[in-house]
């Protein structure tokens, strides 16, 4: 990835914020943060392509400006082109920070804490309390509010550039995957077929959009519990299932995609898997149908998920779809259900330019779980895939040597 | 690297708690995580090899149990050979973790946030709020306290499986720089410095310790100010300095190596430069000299800070040393002066098996800075260099082409 096209993705995340900014009432936003290769702000990637050393501030007014307060030795990395001011400090940050809260004089301060969404969570309790010792003398201290919606719409809304790269992610990640209908056969082990696809991405020189050793994610037979564990020495078989989760990361951006294979042809393929693998394709084209602007998240998993149980299968325990961009898990609003852990991020409402997956499972009494995932692109009215929809289950009819 | 190595050291490290805890008055320690791919605690690297996805809680005592209590889907990224006990969940963890608190009945619970050390500040402002609401109906909400000092002996103890790691990310920046000599002429960019830097890197299948884009930072002429920015189209000349500042990642652990070279033969070496130079290098030594376990990290800086202005120069307008391992910037006692931006960090006391560098720079009145970094280890009774000191300037006297 080239330093321009680099800025001009921060360009495009920037132009956005003013807009948000007045949509969600902030007057301002500062993202706090200091050694951020050990402790990175998920937001940065999106406003700033470098790593800041000593404690800084990057501030962004409703009315356009965008001001970055570092130290000296990180001044340099700050892109002219992309902020209105650099004010670079030696002893310490304090006065700074203060002298231009007290310049653009907000009634309102948007900071990264929340309860619900990790993606707009990146301040740490240890740089919440010196941000409070900064502007306890000060009459900001009593301005700051969670910045979580305008950092999940910034997030959330993809630009055009943003959006052109989730598509590469996804396009290479269906290629690999295409590539494997003529490498897969009975008595692999998951290892192998993980460091094939290792293999095939090093070739392609692309990374990872979640970590390696469960990237992808290879189950082979009835008995794997599907997560994010490594492959096993596990061998596929006739007459068996082989399900895969995989996405590669390009120019920082990311697809999530889950693949289903059958070991045998296509007449052998058991009653209850087929009817399993149907249930989980349609629950899939159901959701997408009514996943569009304005819809909240969990209402989008409850559809998908009432076809499931109406199907005679209990619910997935997960949720039905999370966000793709920077990270495969992306945060802001889920397509999930009301459950403590996800917090409120499912009651939150669909937007256009948010790309989410679509996925879930159902299990089978003899052959395992059945499991597929889409990504899809919301649109002004509905969604597109983004992502070729499996249709029917990749059967395999091969056999090693 | 392989897991069985990987485990090695996680049971180095998990083995070091039970002591630490007691040291510190700690009955027990809770690391609270989600999403640690986009939100990484710095702790994590130490105690597990792997990333969570839902809320997570690992919990330490001083009796030594480890409890992970973790969605049902991480579950299998727990090695049974490090935690005694894990507990998956589905739909929220907060009973869970009640329940297991209750049985710990801890009189304190360390949690990782810290004004002053970003490697003990790795608990979010949001997962703080979380925390509290699911403690709120017990008797552990008042128990919590800062795990600053358990973590900065945690990470800054290094166990035989890091030391071993952090001499082989020197020994592998040495090579590279050495090789450097017979590469580097008057009259190549600063950009191809640096690619020439990562091809090497390639070749030798080792990461960066911090960066890419100013690893290593290549810094030509005097009009440069070192930091951590890009290489510029800035040529190197005859009679002038080039300045290095570089650290590869192996098996997760870091160096970082500073190195000043001359283009010219040695009798050319202007007077003002050859001073600089021998101020450097002796302040660096002065500092080895007194660095030992117990002395105060600004104490340490203070003695090469106070050579530097005896010989005639400015200070330096940074701390003098900070630990090195997992990451280039490791956090922990920082071997800096008392200002604001390092929090208490000066203030800590220095313990053997800490890794530090030495680093500092002078400026000269025609020829930039002259600047130099060592890393060094806390030994029983003073400090071992890690890296061969530098002695005199590189003359490099090739031309390109």
Redesign the interface.
Same mark, same amino acid.
């Given at each position: 990835m080239n330093v321009c096209s680099t800025h001009e993705l921060h360009q495009e995340k920037l132009d956005q914020l003013p807009g948000l900014l007045r949509e969600v009432g902030l007057d301002c936003w500062l993202v706090w943060v200091?050694?951020t290769?050990?402790?990175?702000d998920?937001v940065l990637h999106l406003i700033l392509g470098?790593?800041l050393?000593?404690?800084s501030a990057l501030l962004f007014t409703a009315d356009g400006q965008r001001i970055a307060i570092v130290?000296?030795?990180?001044?340099?990395?700050i892109p002219d082109v992309l902020y209105t001011r650099v004010v670079p400090?030696?002893?310490?940050?304090?006065q700074h920070l203060r002298a231009q809260l007290d310049m653009i004089n907000p009634r309102s301060i948007g900071?990264?804490?929340?309860?619900?969404?990790? !993606?707009?969570?990146?301040?740490?309790?240890?740089?919440? !309390?010196?941000l409070a010792?900064i502007l306890a003398p000060t009459s900001h201290a009593d301005k700051l509010e969670?910045a979580e919606r305008l950092v999940g719409h910034l997030r959330g809304r993809k630009s055009p550039t943003e959006q052109t790269r989730i598509r590469e992610a996804v396009r290479i990640t269906e290629q690999i995957l295409a590539e494997l209908d003529s490498y897969l056969a009975v008595g692999q082990t998951e290892v192998e077929i993980q460091e094939h696809v290792h293999r095939r991405m090093a070739e392609l020189g692309v990374g990872f959009a979640?970590?390696a050793?469960?990237n992808p994610a290879v189950d082979a037979g009835p008995n794997k519990?599907?997560?994010?564990?490594?492959p096993l020495a596990n061998r596929t078989k006739a007459g068996h299932l082989l399900h895969i989760d995989f996405g590669v990361q390009t120019a920082g951006y990311s697809a999530d995609i889950q693949r289903m294979y059958f070991f045998g042809s296509p007449d052998e393929v058991p009653e209850e898997v087929a009817h399993a693998f149907d249930t989980v394709r349609d629950a899939i084209a159901r959701a997408a149908e009514i996943l569009r602007p304005g819809v909240r998240g969990q209402d989008v998993d409850e559809a998908a998920r009432a076809y499931v149980v109406d199907r005679g299968y209990p619910p997935f325990?997960?949720a039905l779809g999370h966000q793709v961009g920077r990270?495969?898990?992306?945060?802001g609003t889920l397509l999930g259900p009301p459950?403590?852990?996800y917090?409120d991020s499912p009651r939150g409402v669909v937007e256009p330019g948010n790309v989410f997956t679509l996925e879930l499972y159902v299990p089978t009494e003899n052959y395992g779980q059945v499991s597929l995932e889409e990504d899809v692109l919301v649109t002004a009215d509905g969604c597109a895939f983004l992502s070729k929809p499996q249709r029917a289950l990749r059967c395999i009819r091969r056999t090693v040597r």
């Open positions: 200091r050694e290769v050990q402790a990175p998920p470098a790593e050393v000593w404690p130290g000296s030795f990180d001044a340099a990395v400090y030696t002893e310490g940050i304090a900071i990264n804490e929340s309860r619900n969404d990790v !993606a707009a969570d990146g301040l740490t309790a240890g740089m919440k !309390a010196v010792d969670s979640w970590q050793a469960g519990p599907f997560g994010h564990g490594s325990a997960h990270f495969a898990h992306d945060g459950w403590e852990r917090g």
